[in-house]
């Protein structure tokens, strides 16, 4: 058996179906390929990724150099998948320039359903973004506006619209669309853990008010939803995910305090004091710091979004944000060192 973070896969003879996960080097695409193989869901997981694979030596899986800015190769794997996960995508901010999104995002959403169609793969499933609805004051759900006020979002929304067509012209495809909140877990280095260790180490204060509600999802609960609408016969299935409900920033950081045994104090701080103390930081530490102002800003945007999808078709979910935390020390104890 072959462990990593929690998973153990069995060692396999021979690949009978597979999958191909198109940015499969990067956090949630790891953590899905160990979920398939452990779960026996596919017996060959290929990991295409700009970058390389530390998986490339697991029993069951296969990796390849690929940019899907490039046109992707119909022989990219011997047998033709019978499911693709687009998982590829600049996201980060801060980090690129407005047009890197639009620059990688949409071509890789043509490249990725001509690969689909040219091998005859019956399944995709696309993760777009809770960008695609730009803040969110108010409860949020699927059936909400369009309005991104980001780049990345206004990417993620046309990207969505090419994966539609690819599945209008053929009534046999089935397409998922999933539109994650903030996804964090072992292994994860961002915004999440980012307060955590901030928290541990006594730095960390609300930008303006506790009450700001934040949408996450913890990476298991995330494969869950993915095994879940894999089961469903919808031909186009489009969900939030994020954990429900949503809680508050200060209920956030009340968790992290109790898991952690924490008594710092953490203090709001009005926007336009911490704003230009993040750039300060980042001017003292060569742009290297944790602490920017994008950041700051967007901790203090609310994000209440509903994964009503979910919850009208009876997903299951197994996590709040208190439960994600011990589930996470369990899997790999150093992130929270």
Known sequence: MVPYRGYSIPYRESALSTCVIFGGAGFIGMHLAMRLLANGRFDHVHLADVRHSPLDATPGISTSVTDVRQE?????????????????????????????????????ARTVTRYAAA???????????????????????????????SAYGGSKYPAELIHEQWQSLDASRRLVICRP??????????????????????????????????SYGYIEGLLDSIEFVMERREPVIRYNYVEHPTEPLGELVRHVKYHLDSRAPVVPLPLWL??????????????????????????????????QTLIDMGFPFRFDFASSLTDWQQQTPDDFS
């Open 72 to 108: 992707i190769p119909a022989n990219l794997v011997a047998e033709p998948p019978s499911w693709i996960f687009n998982l590829a995508a600049v996201h980060r901010e801060p980090g690129h320039e407005p047009v890197e999104y639009f620059e990688t995002n949409l071509p890789g």
């Open 181 to 214: 909140g903030v996804i964090y877990g072992p292994g994860d280095p961002g915004n999440i853990l980012r307060m955590i260790r901030a928290i541990k180490r006594g730095y960390f204060a609300y930008p303006g008010s506790t009450t700001v509600r934040k």
């Open 274 to 307: 911490l704003t230009p103390a993040a750039a300060v930081v980042q001017l003292m530490t060569g742009g290297r710091g944790p602490i920017h102002p994008v950041r700051v800003r967007k901790a203090a945007r609310p994000t209440h979004i509903v994964p």
């Open 119 to 149: 091998v005859g793969c019956p399944n995709l499933y696309f993760t777009s973004s809770i960008a695609v609805y730009g803040p969110t004051t108010g409860e949020t759900d699927e059936s909400a506006p369009i309005c991104p006020v």
